[in-house]
């Protein structure tokens, strides 16, 4: 990895979504370029995925792509990512864009994007992850899971300091003040861990 700091990028692969999430995920990946970041993403060249790379490319970003073998044989790889990573699982896919990432950034998405924002929130919680997590919550997308980590707390699953472990904004414009502003989550935070 080179020094610059790279924010990973979940979101979703499917290209027939609403066009209102495909104009938030391009002002996301304008608004992490022009703040001097990079960005690391799955490799995709549909739905938001290629939409985030398409536009750090266009504004001469650095974007770095990991991807599994079994999408580059179907074709689904990013052809004009120069830095493309393949790995041979989802698993190890995920492991390097966490581990070359200072701070996540979720996009509505699909059950992939959960999965991998779930994983993060669990690393987090154990002081594995230190970074901001940002969910985009376009157009309310994320309500419903805000609701789920609202039950969560209230009903003694987690505790409410683990609200602290990401922020919600509601538009692409406050991104980098949320990965700026993040409160700060150390390793110390294993001590908040268990109930």
Sequence with gaps: MDPKKYIAVFCA???KISAKYFEA????????????YGIIYGGGSNGLMGAVADKALELNGSVKGVIPRFMVEVEWQHKKVEDMV??????????????NST????????IGTLEELFEVLSLKKLGQYSHPVILLNTDGYFDGLIQLF?????????RSIHNQMWSIVNTPEEIVDALKNASPWGKDAINFAAL
């Design 13 to 15: 692969s499917s290209p």
């Design 25 to 36: 995920a391009t002002k996301a990946s304008s608004a992490i370029i022009d703040a001097g």
């Design 86 to 99: 393949l790995v041979e699982t989802m698993h190890q896919r995920k492991e390097l864009m966490v581990k």
């Design 103 to 110: 701070g996540i950034l979720a996009l509505p998405g699909g």
């Design 150 to 158: 609202k039950k969560m707390t209230d009903e003694n699953f987690m």
